[in-house]
């Protein structure tokens, strides 16, 4: 029975480190992205015309595509987590396989912004406004292909392994990471592309 109580408060642990953890991360990107929103706001709202100095404004496609793309990586991943509940690794690896193409289709989209953008003339010497666009997609950018590697890292462990409460508490962590960034994607779009 001692067993049974040690191996319980070890998972209790565990999930409360794991929690700590993810908590911290989330925590401080969003002061991170936090404090570029709030200096693009600044500028933005204290700017007569916008796109300031004459700037075209950048067209809705690539950005929608990529917000298409990362919504899709989360609704993938989602349905992935709820196969490896049910134990079907199968599945489960086939849906995480998705959300990666959906990562993989969100980076290239990025990459096809910012070469249109230099079509417009707009790189980060440009000024302000395209400086900030691109400080905001690289950073994102950057912190998504983290959130790739650890999808490719997932599906590396449940190639030879079977599935056990240890790995779907890692699991969730990195859907959490992504939702995360998912939603900073979606504010990125909206303030940055739509207003």
């Known amino acids: 029975m001692s067993s049974v109580n040690a191996e319980i408060h070890n998972d209790i642990q565990d999930e409360l ?3 700590i953890g993810m908590t911290v991360i989330l925590v401080s990107l ?9 200096g693009y706001a600044v500028y933005r709202f204290t700017t007569e015309t916008w796109p300031p ?29 709820k196969y490896l509940n049910k134990n079907n690794k199968i599945q489960g690896k086939n849906f995480l396989i998705l959300s990666i193409v959906m990562g993989l289709s969100y980076v290239f989209f990025q990459y096809l912004l910012w070469r249109s953008m230099g079509q417009l003339g707009l790189y980060t010497s ?27 890292w997932a599906y590396i462990a ?6 056990n409460k240890k790995m779907l508490r890692s699991f969730t962590n990195i859907g959490t990471f992504w939702h995360f960034l998912s939603g900073i994607w979606f504010f990125i779009f909206i303030f940055l592309f739509v207003l």
């Open 126 to 152: 440009t000024g302000i406004f395209a400086s900030l666009i691109y400080a905001f997609t690289w950073i994102h950018v950057a912190h998504m292909s983290m959130a790739l590697i650890l999808f490719f």
């Open 17 to 19: 480190k794991s929690s």
């Open 30 to 38: 969003m002061m991170f992205f936090g404090t570029l929103f709030f």
């Open 53 to 81: 100095m004459g700037m075209q404004k950048i067209n809705l496609m690539l950005p929608s595509m990529t917000t298409i793309a990362v919504s899709l990586g989360s609704l993938f991943f989602e349905i992935s987590k």
């Open 158 to 163: 449940l190639l030879p392994r079977e599935i």
